[in-house]
C-alpha cells in the first residue's frame, strides 16, 4: 500500500498537486477451488485528497505502470515473505494442512496465460488493475466491496450426494475439463481448515486517508458534513440555547432485559405483589455482603466449584 501511495503521489506531483491517498484492502486467503491462495483486494480511488479534502483525479494507469508498480514490489514481497518463513517454522497439523492446500494439483491450474490489459505477471507474482468502477454506479462498487469481503466457501455451490459425499461447484473449468470437485467430509474439512484466518486478524485493512485515525477520514467520507448554524434577518449567526447543545443519549439495552432475553425472567418482577422493584444501591464488598446475606436468612459463602466437564454426548465417528 505504501508503494501504490507514493506511485499516485508521485503523479499527483506531476500534475501540480501535493495530497494524501487512501485505500481499503480485503485480504482473502483462498482460491476458487477451496485452495489456499493469499491476495488482496484493494479499492483505490484514481486520485488523491488535498490538505482540505478534495479529491484531485489522477490519468488512468498504463501497462507499462503496472508493470512497473510490479517490479518495484517484488522485492519488498520476497523480503516479507522470507522472514515469515524463517520466523515461523511449525511442525504440525495445521501447518501441513496448508502446506498441503498451497500445493495445488496441476490439472486444475491452467498454464495457459493471455496477456491482459493493466495486468503484470511476473515470476509467479501477479498485480490487475483492470477493474474499474465509475464514480455515480453505486450498485457496482457495493458488489465490488461485497465480492472482496465474501466468504472462502459458496454455501449454494456445495451440495451433498446421496452417497454422503460432497460435491463442489468451482467458479471456472479447470484445465482438464473439470468443473466440480467431489471429496467425503473429511476432505472437505482438510480443505476449510487451512482458510479459516487467524484470530484477532482483521481481513478488511483501511490505509490513508481512510484509516480510523486519520485526519482527513472524517472529510473524505462525509461524516463532517453538518447543516449551516441558524442566523437572523440581518445575516448575523444566532447561537441556540445552551439546552440544545445536549449529546443525544447513547442506544443501550439494560441489564434486566438483558437478563430476560437469555433467562426469560423479569428480575426486576416481584413475585408477591406483582410490582416493580427499584435498585438502590449495588454492594460489591464482601464484609458488607455477608452481613446483609445473615439478616436475610441466606447463605454467605459461595457454591463450591465443581471440576469442569463436557456435556454428555455420543461418540463421534468419522470412519
Not at 515469515?84 to 490439472?107: F, G, I, W
Not at 451433498?160 to 482438464?176: H, N, V
Not at 447513547?250 to 437469555?262: C, D, E, Q, S, T
Amino acid at each position: 500500500m505504501r508503494a501504490i501511495g507514493t506511485w499516485q503521489r508521485r503523479r499527483g506531483r506531476e500534475q501540480g498537486v501535493r495530497g494524501r491517498t487512501g485505500t481499503v484492502t480485503f485480504v482473502q486467503r483462498f482460491g476458487s477451488a477451496l485452495n489456499a491462495n493469499l491476495h488482496f483486494h484493494v479499492v483505490v480511488p484514481d486520485g488523491i485528497f488535498d490538505q482540505d479534502g478534495v479529491f484531485h483525479r489522477l490519468p488512468n494507469p498504463t501497462d507499462d505502470d503496472v508493470e512497473q508498480l510490479l517490479v518495484r514490489l517484488l522485492p519488498r514481497l520476497r523480503q516479507k515473505l522470507r522472514l515469515d518463513d524463517e520466523n515461523e517454522q511449525r511442525d504440525d497439523a495445521l501447518a501441513a494442512l496448508s502446506a498441503a492446500s498451497v500445493r495445488v494439483p496441476a490439472s486444475i491450474v491452467s498454464t495457459r496465460r493471455s496477456r491482459k490489459r493493466l495486468c503484470a505477471n511476473i515470476d509467479g507474482y501477479s498485480l490487475h488493475a483492470a477493474v474499474k468502477v465509475n464514480e455515480n454506479d453505486h450498485q457496482g462498487r457495493e458488489h465490488l466491496c461485497r465480492y472482496g469481503a465474501r466468504g472462502p466457501i459458496a454455501e449454494q455451490r456445495l451440495t451433498e450426494l446421496p452417497d454422503g459425499r460432497f460435491r463442489y461447484e468451482m467458479k471456472r473449468p479447470t484445465a482438464d475439463g473439470r468443473t466440480h470437485l467431489v471429496m467425503t467430509g473429511i476432505e472437505l474439512l482438510r480443505k476449510l481448515a487451512p482458510l479459516v484466518p487467524p484470530p484477532r486478524q482483521n481481513l478488511t485493512r483501511y490505509h490513508g486517508v481512510f484509516a480510523p485515525n486519520a485526519k482527513l477520514r472524517a472529510k473524505v467520507t462525509g461524516k463532517a458534513t453538518t447543516a449551516p448554524p441558524p442566523t437572523d434577518p440581518s445575516g448575523t449567526t444566532v447561537q441556540p440555547p445552551a439546552t440544545t447543545l445536549k449529546k443525544p443519549p447513547l442506544y443501550r439495552i439494560p441489564w434486566a432485559l438483558l437478563l430476560m432475553r437469555v433467562f426469560a425472567t423479569d428480575v426486576l418482577a416481584c413475585m408477591k405483589c406483582g410490582g416493580r422493584r427499584q435498585v438502590i444501591a449495588c454492594i460489591a464488598h464482601p464484609g458488607a455482603v455477608r452481613p446483609i446475606l445473615r439478616h436475610l436468612g441466606l447463605p454467605d459463602e459461595p457454591l463450591p466449584l465443581s471440576k469442569a466437564r463436557g456435556p454428555p454426548q455420543p461418540e463421534l465417528s468419522f470412519a
